[in-house]
């Protein structure tokens, strides 16, 4: 059973590009969460799709917007690229299970380290 | 969101067991206790995670006090494979939808 895969594993883009990320979240998941980790920082929450739909986002800006797919793998784009923009980009994928009860696990991929330059 | 707090950085002779604690005191009574570790530059790895009582698996413990506002994650035989970054992590239903977030952790240390 393939766990939560993230591509591509690293890339370099140049200040005011845009890029895409994709994930595949666990096979059974249908909720996928994404994430940025800053060097020396945990992981900051961005955005969370279910059922092609954004449920909730974190403090980030319009530059960062996402996709759902019916099967239910998922883009992070970021346009007008900054130098701190720079970082890992972490998916997390969780099955919805039962609303309320937070014991469902919650899976992360290895990650796309992103540069910036 | 209920917020954890953990120790920044701790040392652990080989072979010996690892105790990380974690204080989360505003904790609600639905939500979950999980732990997980980042080894330098991977993705998050789940541990273990619990609601009131003690929990085991193939990789650790994980020990709730009864009034569930602090932890323990009980590694039992630390090996420098385990040196990696553990974030305690209270989990919490938000607006019909789960999230997570994430502290600083605790940068665990196993020295040969």
């Known amino acids: 059973d393939a766990g939560v895969t993230q591509s591509p594993t690293h890339l370099i883009k140049t200040r005011g590009q845009q890029v895409t990320l994709r994930c595949s979240p666990k096979s059974g998941h249908d909720t996928v969460s994404w994430y940025q980790q800053a060097l020396g920082q945990g992981p900051q929450f961005i955005f969370q799709?279910?059922?092609?739909?954004?449920?909730q986002r974190g403090n980030f800006p319009d530059r960062f917007s996402g996709h759902q797919f019916p099967n239910y793998s998922s883009e992070l784009n970021v346009n007008a690229l900054l130098l701190g923009d720079s970082a890992l980009y972490l998916c997390?994928?969780?099955?919805?299970?039962?609303?309320?009860?937070?014991?469902?696990?919650?899976?992360f991929g290895e990650g796309s380290w992103l540069t910036v330059v | 969101d209920a917020k954890t707090t953990q120790p920044t950085s701790m040392d652990c002779a080989e072979g010996r067991a690892a105790n990380l604690p974690c204080n989360h005191s505003t904790i609600s009574g639905n939500e979950y206790v999980y732990w997980y570790r980042q080894i330098h530059s991977q993705g998050p790895q789940y541990i273990i995670h619990g609601l009131k009582n003690n929990e085991t698996n193939e990789m650790a413990s994980l020990i709730i006090t009864e009034d569930r506002k602090s932890s323990t994650l009980i590694l039992p035989h630390a090996t420098l494979r385990d040196t990696a970054v553990y974030y305690c992590i209270v989990r919490v239903y938000s607006g019909g939808y789960q999230k997570v977030t994430f502290g600083i952790g605790t940068k665990l240390q196993v020295i040969p």
């Open positions: 997390a994928s969780s099955p919805s299970g039962t609303r309320g009860v937070t014991g469902n696990t919650i899976y």
């Open positions: 799709y279910y059922e092609e739909e954004e449920r």
